[in-house]
């Protein structure tokens, strides 16, 4: 469904202004512009008046000319009475012509900007700034976030490498096993063996008889007592 745009201009800016009028009727819009509508001998102020009540939305088009001119400030300030807050959107700038310092109460205000660019680029940049917000016609398609390299939380940065070892060399697995359990048995008597002399024979010891009776035989003691016989 189209709107109603009444389109506030300055006279410097006429060219401008009609094709942006234009343009909007083009795509299915309303628009009052006091130049196409006003007859010789017309009260201007009587149509202003009507036609800011009959539209939805203020088109400002916005250049050095138009902000300094003494009408165009009735017309813009009067919409922005009326929404305060911007809810409405009832107040559209258009740039036409850079322009350094806005008014503060339009500066605040999302725009339209139709400066360096060509007219296909014009005509697009119209056409969707002045559309209403809306949802999608079809349900937006999910995005799946892949964590890159840089995340933090994704782990090591390498992956660990696994070497693959064949096992099948040819020779039996009992074989493999019964080698395996003969070196810990043998391991094992070793150890018992030096600790234990397991194996190794009676060694010599030099014995000798201490006062009291007692027998040394080398770093071992023989607790018992030689008895006279």
């Not at 007859?39 to 000319?65: C, Y």
């Not at 003494?70 to 809810?87: K, L």
């Not at 740039?95 to 605040?108: A, D, Q, W």
């Not at 039996?172 to 008597?189: D, F, Q």
Request: charged share 25%.
């Amino acid at each position: 469904m189209g709107q109603k745009f009444f389109i506030s201009f300055n006279a410097a800016d006429q060219t401008k202004a009609h094709w942006i009028a234009w343009t909007l009727k083009e795509a299915g819009h309303e628009v009052a512009v006091h130049d196409w509508e006003i007859p010789a001998g017309g009260n201007a102020p009587l149509w202003m008046n009507n036609k800011l009540a009959w539209a939805d939305r203020l088109i400002a088009v916005i250049s050095p000319d138009y902000l300094p001119a003494r009408y165009s400030p009735m017309e813009w300030a009067s919409q922005i009475w009326n929404d305060p807050d911007g809810t409405k959107g009832s107040v559209i700038p258009i740039i036409v012509k850079p322009t350094p310092r806005p008014p503060p109460l339009l500066n605040g205000l999302s725009r339209i900007d139709l400066t360096n660019c060509s007219e296909d680029e014009a005509q697009r940049r119209l056409i969707k700034g002045v559309d209403r917000p809306e949802p999608p016609q079809r349900k937006p398609a999910f995005e799946r976030v892949e964590e890159g390299p840089d995340n933090k939380d994704t782990g090591p940065a390498d992956k660990p490498t696994f070497i693959p070892v064949n096992v099948n060399d040819g020779v039996p697995r009992w074989l493999k096993l019964s080698a395996a359990v003969a070196a810990v048995v043998g391991a094992v008597i070793a150890v018992l063996g030096f600790f234990f002399g397991v194996g190794s024979g009676p060694t010599e010891r030099k014995c000798t008889t201490n006062i009291g009776g007692m027998v040394v035989c080398g770093d071992y003691r023989d607790e018992r007592i030689q008895r006279g016989n």
